[in-house]
């Protein structure tokens, strides 16, 4: 057996259903077996578009107290350390132990982060510096800003969160594993091959070797469903382009595509890599048959 949690994102139309139907939805997502539901974040991504993912998590979490709540990732630094930390603490309040936070720097539209005000070529150093602060108010530490992006002192957040929220540290380049070793319990990866995510655990692992932590490294994906992959990649192609704007051959060789048994064999070698979370953006002919087949995945993957 293989100690993995799989998560999926929401039904792509849950916030234009009714809330009976809302509730429906997630029943069937936690029916099926899988563990959580992840979301992303965005404050005014391409053309606008967002999600604030604490929100979107809450009204999850209270819709259907069996699945966990997993934001991928947060850009922590479009918030406010402190205000990102009382989000948290109070989703932790509401759901313990159901809460994970991945944190990442963004960038994909560099007008996201002047809109709000912030410098893109800032926001890896805004990233660590909000990381550190939000970790230790958690933690129930006094603490003062960095001195550089934030200038507070004694700020408190109470109630701690029992148990412990971990953060995993999302991205797929040598800076995003070095920030996973010094300020996470794991790192979320994203569109790399096998190889690549054998050695980016290694490598957080020996880095943050002196921290004593429970790692928690993770693949977050989108994949295709379908009675074949020529039609799961119509429906993943379609959903990836729409979404990111950008062709789809891009990220074609990182997605999986097809039936159940496709779709944990391409996934199988990550968890067998180290990878004790699995967070999928199905893409498939209805609502129900993506979580049905996400279900059969996960309990492939646990059965290893």
């Given at each position: 057996?293989?100690?993995?949690?799989?998560?999926?994102?929401?039904?792509?139309?849950?916030?234009?259903?009714?809330?009976?139907?809302?509730?429906?939805?997630l029943?069937?997502?936690?029916?099926?077996?899988?563990?959580?539901?992840?979301?992303?974040?965005?404050?005014?991504?391409?053309?606008?578009?967002?999600?604030?993912?604490?929100?979107?998590?809450?009204?999850?979490?209270?819709?259907?107290?069996?699945?966990?709540?997993?934001?991928?990732?947060?850009?922590?630094?479009?918030?406010?350390?402190?205000?990102?930390?009382?989000?948290?603490?109070?989703?932790?309040?509401?759901?313990?132990?159901?809460?994970?936070?991945?944190?990442?720097?963004?960038?994909?539209?560099?007008?996201?982060?002047?809109?709000?005000?912030?410098?893109?070529?800032t926001?890896?150093?805004?990233?660590?510096?909000?990381?550190?602060?939000?970790?230790?108010?958690?933690?129930?530490?006094?603490?003062?800003?960095?001195?550089?992006?934030?200038?507070?002192?004694?700020?408190?957040?109470?109630?701690?969160?029992?148990?412990?929220?971990?953060?995993?540290?999302?991205?797929?380049?040598?800076?995003?594993?070095?920030?996973?070793?010094?300020?996470?319990?794991?790192w979320?990866a994203?569109?790399?091959?096998?190889?690549?995510?054998?050695?980016?655990v290694?490598?957080?692992?020996?880095?943050?070797?002196?921290?004593?932590?429970?790692?928690?490294?993770?693949?977050?994906?989108?994949?295709?469903?379908?009675?074949?992959?020529?039609?799961?990649r119509?429906?993943?192609?379609?959903?990836?382009?729409?979404?990111?704007?950008?062709?789809?051959?891009?990220?074609?060789?990182y997605?999986?595509?097809?039936?159940?048994?496709?779709?944990?064999?391409?996934?199988?070698?990550?968890?067998?890599?180290?990878?004790?979370?699995?967070?999928?953006?199905?893409?498939?002919?209805?609502?129900?048959?993506?979580?049905?087949?996400?279900?059969?995945?996960?309990?492939?993957?646990?059965?290893?």
């Amino acid at each position: 057996m293989n100690d993995v949690r799989v998560g999926v994102t929401p039904p792509w139309d849950l916030g234009r259903v009714s809330a009976e139907d809302q509730r429906r939805r997630l029943a069937a997502v936690a029916d099926a077996g899988i563990d959580h539901i992840f979301t992303a974040d965005h404050v005014s991504f391409v053309g606008g578009a967002g999600i604030d993912g604490p929100v979107r998590l809450a009204a999850i979490g209270g819709m259907e107290p069996r699945l966990g709540l997993y934001l991928g990732v947060f850009l922590l630094s479009l918030r406010h350390p402190l205000v990102a930390a009382r989000q948290i603490a109070s989703l932790a309040e509401m759901a313990p132990g159901r809460v994970t936070i991945g944190v990442g720097v963004g960038g994909e539209d560099r007008h996201e982060f002047e809109v709000c005000e912030i410098d893109p070529a800032t926001r890896g150093r805004r990233t660590d510096a909000a990381l550190a602060i939000v970790r230790r108010l958690l933690d129930g530490e006094t603490v003062d800003g960095d001195g550089t992006f934030y200038e507070f002192a004694d700020a408190l957040i109470r109630p701690i969160p029992e148990p412990r929220v971990a953060f995993t540290v999302g991205g797929r380049s040598d800076a995003a594993i070095d920030r996973a070793a010094r300020l996470g319990d794991g790192w979320l990866a994203s569109w790399c091959s096998v190889g690549r995510f054998t050695a980016g655990v290694a490598m957080t692992e020996q880095l943050g070797a002196e921290r004593n932590v429970d790692w928690q490294h993770g693949l977050q994906i989108w994949a295709g469903i379908g009675d074949d992959r020529a039609e799961a990649r119509g429906y993943v192609a379609d959903g990836m382009q729409t979404f990111y704007g950008i062709p789809f051959e891009a990220f074609e060789k990182y997605t999986p595509m097809g039936t159940a048994d496709d779709i944990a064999d391409f996934l199988m070698p990550y968890v067998e890599a180290g990878a004790k979370v699995i967070n999928v953006s199905p893409c498939g002919p209805t609502r129900e048959a993506e979580a049905e087949v996400m279900g059969l995945v996960a309990e492939r993957l646990r059965l290893g």
